[in-house]
């Protein structure tokens, strides 16, 4: 506050200073009282009204705000100097001073012009101050040799007071160039800029209008020249100060309009009145009175006047404004169509149009030829929204796109987009919350950028068309999820067909898959004990989805389980054998309820073979995947997942002694315990086993089927088979790969070493009792007791 009252003071000390001396030359001249006076108040406005907040720091602001008050300040100098006697050096220093300070202060404003934010910056050129320095040093001359002729003696600097004035005209015609160049170079760098661009222009036509306007009334004679020219600059630097710090650069445009339509027609007039009072002097007063009555005249129909000098598309801000009017209409649709169609102007050809964006349902509309509003399917970059979004007025161009393309990659996606729909200009149409889609405007053949006024006027209509594009977007909505839900039920009706088709086709082929498994034992259940066995399986299996299959050594254990798995409920459903021996017990994949191997299973049965073989971590793992994958039934429809725990146990051997954990052996209750019998408990069924076997190895390995004569049969079935189905298995394999004719005899036993009798030995802990020999003979895969028969 206190740097501002010392500045206020200055100034104002400063101009008294200039008008009382001006008094003291001339003790009644009136107008300098005026002068003064208005001055003063002119001082204490230009303080008060840009005087800028305490917390604002900006450089650009506060460089803007203090070339005002020194422009103010060099023109009342300028102008209390020229009240002051005529042909007085001081006085015409003091003139120069006030001219080169307003100077000084508009080249410098220029190069502070505050732009309006988004993808352009300003360049480094603009914010040069050497159009300030060489201003400066222009007046600086021209105010120094007038300066020295006051201070110092005739004797010493004897200039002529013509050298002086052809000083102070040179340096104001170098002035008014120099601001021309500088007006041109700021509207060429920056006439994308919002703004900045018509504000650059508004400076540029003064420029020239002054430098125009002077070059006539210097070769006529009308005024003196070395008071003429400077005051000239002192306005068009007053203009540019002006231009450069206005609050709205529209202000700008329009006033600068009404002034050039005035001078345009005021001009000639003046210039011609002039010169007639100026051969005709006797008839100066009504000459007067001729050019005022035309001021008038010309000041009431500025606004008519200034038309043909609005920009150069203007026939776009009649077409904006024609639509903003019908986007009122109440019926949205209506509204929409006619303001697609009010903006219709701007397209130059049938090949363009002006579309309405909208995201939410991604839509395009627009207009035909015959008035009609169409709408099609289309997708949004959300490069164009983003880079929208942070435009000034929401208003994004594709000249602008161009220019910054190459550090922005945003902007090259979006310049494709632009290029591809033939697009010049798109405004951003926003809810409170979100955006909703843009208005974009055709590729035109217009070659000035887009004006701040006609920025403006969409972003009116962008304003007015929010609500109407809103609830056009809900209903569309509103349609789009009625429509799915139709289409969605029709699909669910289908695919529910489909997929009952699928599944049941499905569950078929899974049966079909484990009646292989019970085809190979079904057949062969002869005995009382494999029938009672069968049967509590498949009556446990309609009670229980657990079973705890406890086998004989070698037996085969996927058979047996395919029979709990035929006769329960989820005989549709797939049958997974999962070994332990090379199993992955990764937790986080069984976890998984995707990767899991007890997903495989789901809606079917999952058989674990031999869980002793697993370590306590892995068992481990394995009770909390089943306790998990028990608790959680993933479609409620359908029958919850078996599980089969098949446990090979030797003679000697008890599942309580085995190690497995009691968590895991918990999971299935004492009642779901099957024990499936061995071969040697049910000989009633080898007979049909060795045959069917025989005849099926034939096939495989002697690609005829295979008989088995009565001796060698007696042999096979007076033996233990204690290895049960793997042992018969590999025994019967061997004795068809030696038979030579259509059956297999004793002949082949022998071959095979099979009637061979060793010593009492029990290596493999088959037997409970190590001191005896069974009555029947054991099979031993050796020869070294007697030789085979050749």
């Known amino acids: 506050m206190k740097t501002l009252l010392r500045s206020f003071w200055f100034a104002t000390s400063a101009v008294v200073y200039v008008a009382f001396a001006a008094l003291e030359a001339h003790s009644r001249n009136y107008l300098t009282w005026i002068v003064l006076f208005g001055a003063i108040v002119v001082l204490w406005l230009t303080w008060r009204y840009t005087k800028l907040a305490e917390n604002v720091l900006d450089s650009e602001r506060l460089a803007q705000s203090n070339a005002k008050r020194a422009a103010v300040t060099g023109a009342l100098l300028f102008a209390l100097a020229r009240t ?115 504000r650059a222009t508004s400076t540029l036509i003064v420029s020239a209008v002054a430098l125009l306007a002077t070059i006539p009334a210097l070769l006529l004679d009308l005024v003196p020249p070395d008071r003429a020219v400077p005051a000239v600059v002192v306005v068009a630097s007053l203009f540019h100060v002006w231009a450069a710090s206005a609050p709205d650069a529209r202000q700008v445009t329009a006033s600068l309009r009404g002034t050039l339509a005035i001078l345009s027609f005021l001009s000639p007039v003046v210039l011609i009145l002039a010169v007639l009072a100026q051969k005709a002097p006797h008839h100066a007063p009504l000459l007067l009175v001729a050019t005022a009555a035309v001021s008038v005249v010309l000041g009431l129909v500025a606004a008519r006047l200034s038309r043909p000098l609005a920009p150069e598309q203007a026939r776009w801000l009649d077409a904006i404004e024609r639509a903003s009017e019908a986007a009122l209409m109440p019926n949205p649709e209506d509204a929409l169509r006619a303001t697609l169609e009010a903006l219709s ?55 602008v796109l161009r220019a910054v393309q190459v550090r922005n990659t945003q902007a090259r996606e979006a310049l494709a987009y632009f290029d591809t729909r033939k697009v010049y200009a798109c405004t951003l149409l926003t809810s409170e919350t979100e955006p909703l889609g843009f208005l974009a405007l055709p590729r035109s053949y217009r070659k000035s950028p887009l004006s701040l006024e ?47 088709a699928v599944l049941t086709g499905t569950g078929l082929r899974h049966k079909r898959f484990v009646e292989r498994y019970a085809l190979r034992l079904r057949p062969q259940l002869y005995s009382s004990t494999s029938r009672q066995t069968q049967g509590e399986l498949e009556r446990l299996a ?94 409620e429809s359908l029958s919850p997942m078996g599980y089969i725990l098949g446990v090979h146990l030797a003679n000697d051997q008890s599942i309580s002694t085995l190690p497995i954990l009691d968590s895991l052996r918990a999971l299935f209750p004492e009642h779901s315990t099957i024990t499936v ?114």
């Not at 050096?89 to 120069?96: E, H, L, P």
């Not at 809103?470 to 489909?498: G, H, Y």
Request: aromatic share 4%; net charge negative.
């Open 84 to 198: 002051g006697p005529i042909g007085h050096s001081g006085f015409d220093a003091i003139a120069n001073l006030g001219v080169g300070i307003t100077l000084v202060s508009a080249c410098v404003a220029l190069s502070r012009i505050v732009g309006r934010g988004g993808l352009l910056t300003a360049p480094r050129g603009t914010q040069s101050l050497d159009s300030a320095i060489m201003g400066a040093m222009l007046w600086g001359l021209a105010t120094t040799l007038p300066a020295l002729r006051t201070l110092l003696p005739t004797t010493i600097l004897a200039l002529d007071p013509l050298a002086l004035d052809y000083a102070t005209v040179s340096a104001a015609m170098a002035s008014l160039l120099l601001l021309l160049a500088t007006t041109a170079r700021l509207t060429h760098l920056r006439r994308l800029e919002y703004a900045v661009s018509d």
């Open 345 to 399: 102007p701007t397209a130059p050809g049938p090949s363009t149009r002006v579309e309405l964006w909208r995201l939410d349902p991604p839509s395009v509309q627009y207009v035909d030829i015959a008035g009609q509003l169409h709408e099609e399917s289309a997708l949004v970059p959300n490069s164009v929204i983003s880079l929208s979004e942070r435009e000034p007025e929401r208003t994004l161009r594709a000249d």
């Open 454 to 500: 006609e920025c403006g006027a969409l972003r009116r209509l962008s304003d007015r068309l929010e609500s109407v594009l809103a609830i056009t977007s809900a209903q569309a909505r509103s349609r789009k999820r009625e429509l799915q839900a139709l289409a969605r039920v029709t699909d669910l009706e289908n695919e529910n067909t489909r997929l009952a």
């Open 542 to 635: 309609k009670s229980s989805r657990e079973a705890l299959l406890v086998l004989p050594p070698g037996t085969d254990a996927q058979s047996w389980a395919s029979l709990f798995h035929l006769a329960s409920v989820r005989n549709l459903g797939p049958f997974v054998v999962f070994d332990s021996g090379t199993g992955d017990f990764d937790k986080e994949l069984w976890d998984d309820p995707e990767r899991s191997p007890l997903a495989i299973a789901e809606t079917g049965t999952w058989v674990l073979l031999d869980p002793q073989s697993l370590t306590t971590a892995q068992q481990e793992v394995l009770v909390s995947a089943m306790v998990r994958w028990k608790a959680t039934q993933v479609i």
């Open 677 to 790: 019998p061995s071969l040697q408990s049910r000989p009633e069924d080898l007979r049909a086993i060795i045959q069917e076997r025989i005849a099926r190895l034939g096939n495989v390995l002697r690609g005829r089927a295979l008989g088995v004569d009565s001796a060698a049969l007696v042999e096979l079935l007076e033996y233990d088979w204690p290895l049960n189905d793997l042992e018969l298995e590999s025994t019967l394999a061997h004795l068809v790969l030696s038979a030579e004719g259509a059956c297999v005899t004793t002949g082949e036993l022998e071959r095979i070493g099979f009637g061979v009798r060793v010593e009492t030995q029990n290596t493999q802990g088959l037997y409970a009792d190590d001191d005896k020999v069974r009555p029947r003979r054991p099979r031993v895969m050796t020869r070294s007791v007697r030789p085979k028969a050749r």
